[in-house]
């Protein structure tokens, strides 16, 4: 089987142990006969489509891919990879301090403006109420109503990120931390 991947899912299938891919910006039927891409990607062969917005995405994702390697990764080998980002691992294990920041955010009401976010938002427990909040998250490629009584959190994607998804969402999340810390 001939894999392609995107350069933000490269990481992913370098974590799971598969050793023979391409990678295309925008995989097609030239590139591959099987790609393993984002979610939100459209591709005119086979695919696996991961998410990798939230640790634990990440982490199922490796497993995922990992069917496509030597390795069939479980659980718990998989989490090894996250030990040398301690954020990210914290976040996995559930801390008593994850605990902590999951409660004060939960009587934070935000309003989230990309499906993406959404996953991050809910993950770290913020109250999402499109009606009545105080934070308005949304991706740093669109253009808000800055006329709104709130405070503005703008996300970055695409360039402004690292290719490694782990660091990625650790920004992200360090981002969003800072919320509940104003």
């Known amino acids: 089987m001939n894999i392609v991947t995107t350069p933000m899912c490269k990481k ?3 974590l799971a142990g598969v050793k023979d891919y391409n990678i295309a910006v925008h995989p097609s039927s ?6 393993i891409l984002l979610s939100e990607s459209k591709v005119d062969i086979d695919s696996l489509k991961i998410k990798l917005n939230t640790f634990q995405q990440i982490l199922e994702s490796i497993i ?7 390795k069939k990764l479980d659980y718990d080998s998989a989490l090894k990879f996250f030990e040398d980002y301690t954020f990210a691992y914290s976040w996995l ?20 403006k990309s499906k993406f976010l959404k996953d991050i938002v809910s993950d770290m ?3 999402i109420d499109d009606n009545n909040f105080d934070y308005l998250i949304y991706p740093d490629y669109m253009e808000v109503n800055k006329n ?12 402004n990120v690292p290719k490694d998804p ?5 920004l992200r999340y360090a981002i969003l931390l ?5």
């Open 125 to 127: 427990n913020f109250n």
């Open 30 to 35: 030239d590139d591959g006969d099987f790609a």
């Open 12 to 14: 992913i299938l370098d």
């Open 166 to 170: 782990i660091e990625r969402a650790e």
């Open 178 to 182: 800072n919320i509940s810390h104003f």
């Open 64 to 70: 995922k891919v990992s069917k496509y390697s030597d």
């Open 93 to 112: 294990c559930d801390s008593t301090k994850v605990k902590g920041i999951k409660e004060e955010n939960s009587k934070i009401n935000v309003s989230v």
């Open 148 to 159: 709104l009584d709130c405070s503005f959190v703008s996300i970055p994607t695409h360039h």
